[in-house]
């Protein structure tokens, strides 16, 4: 969640369990590439699909290994490049904008309705940095990590944006841990501003957010693993749900986002009610050796009309970031839809939406208003 809205979830928290991510059976389904791929499938409790998949893996990046010492000066933070040529490459600039905003202007308005934050605080490129995984048995060389940092009179923080403000519904995937001095929050959302800073009634959001100084053996949604822990929050409409390695946690249907919006993570402190202090030399880091997603998008030439003959999923993959294909091609499969459709109350119709537009078998599209039709 970034600090420019008051706006906190609800407390929700659930008992992380110490067992390892473990390897379930997986269909027989054959590895494929995105260009075979007309949308993908989701094995949520409700079927989902998404017209759109990427894969961001930071775990064999050995030759961008950077790992900077923080920067004191306030102004020098927001100035500084990147630390390394990875975060310029098209790779990674097509997708993502690194920040490097400031809290300044918040705390000027003195008013704790709109912001309570107690510390100045600026993003910087310098505390996003790929950096050696020295984890006994690692499973990967590299991963990138995110930092933040108690100077004697500022925080210095990471954050990056989407490049696209169009993301409508997606599944997105890391595998991370949180790890650092108490006081700070990290966190993978999504992310649509209010017209104005003082509209912080209309922002609308949906986080995973890791609060470091809370028990490490819980889940809060937000809350602190102890270890690696495989991420994802699928966003439908009507509805939010999360998941910790694979076991659906929390799923939150009041006040959930219905517009495009940017995907987000950060790794932050402000001194405020929900990050809380961070003790001066203190620091904490998200690190990430993998994201993914499969999304809807509402960019120019990002819609796809019409059906889906060949769909895949990521979820039933033996390889993680290559989707399999499903139903199509050379790969006709019994009882599974020769075309992308939408599951029984799903979204089928309505202004900006880009999603299925053919329903479930037994339901049909029936019309709500301009921006929503639903199958029933």
């Not at 990138?144 to 997606?170: C, I, K, P, W």
């Not at 100084?213 to 270890?227: E, G, I």
Request: charged residues 10%; glycine residues 6%; neutral net charge.
């Amino acid at each position: 969640m970034p600090t420019t809205s008051p706006a906190r979830p609800f407390a929700l928290l659930l008992l992380l369990s110490a067992a390892l991510l473990v390897d379930v059976a997986l269909a027989a389904y054959p590895l494929t590439t995105d260009s075979n791929c007309g949308c993908y499938r989701t094995n949520a409790t409700s079927v989902n699909y998404f017209a759109h998949h990427q894969f961001f893996d930071f775990r064999s990046l050995s030759q961008y290994v950077n790992v900077p010492g923080p920067i004191s000066n306030f102004d020098s933070n927001a100035a500084a490049p990147p630390t390394s040529s990875f975060f310029t490459s098209a790779t990674w600039a097509n997708a993502w904008r690194i920040q490097n905003w400031n809290n300044s202007g918040l705390l000027s308005l003195n008013n704790t309705d709109v912001n309570d934050a107690t510390v100045k605080m600026v993003n910087s490129p310098n505390n996003i940095y790929i950096e050696r995984n020295t984890d006994n048995g690692a499973n990967g060389q590299t991963h990138m990590t995110m930092r933040t940092v108690r100077h004697s009179d500022f925080q210095s923080a990471a954050e990056f944006e989407s490049a696209s403000n169009g993301y409508q519904f997606l599944s997105v995937r890391m595998y991370a841990r949180t790890k650092g001095s108490s006081g700070a929050v990290t966190a993978m959302f999504t992310y649509r501003p209010p017209p104005t800073p003082l509209n912080t009634s209309l922002v609308q959001e949906a986080d995973l957010e890791i609060r470091t100084r809370d028990p490490p053996s819980y889940v809060q949604y937000t809350n602190q693993p102890a270890d690696w822990a495989y991420y994802r929050m699928d966003w439908t409409p009507g509805s939010t749900t999360w998941y910790v390695n694979g076991q659906t946690h929390s799923t939150i249907t009041f006040q959930a986002p219905r517009d495009p919006a940017q995907v987000m993570f950060n790794a932050w402190s402000d001194g405020g009610s929900w990050s809380g202090h961070m003790s001066p030399n203190g620091a904490a880091y998200m690190q990430i050796q993998w994201i993914e997603m499969v999304y809807n998008n509402t960019d120019p030439g990002a819609v796809k009309t019409g059906t889906c003959v060949n769909v895949c999923s990521i979820d039933e993959t033996s390889k993680t970031g290559q989707p399999v294909l499903i139903t199509g091609g050379n790969n006709p499969t019994p009882n599974a839809p020769g075309a992308c459709a939408a599951a029984r109350y799903g979204q089928c119709a309505g202004k900006t939406y880009n999603g299925c537009k053919t329903c479930a078998a037994g339901t049909t599209c029936k019309f709500q208003n301009d921006y929503y039709s639903q199958c029933l």
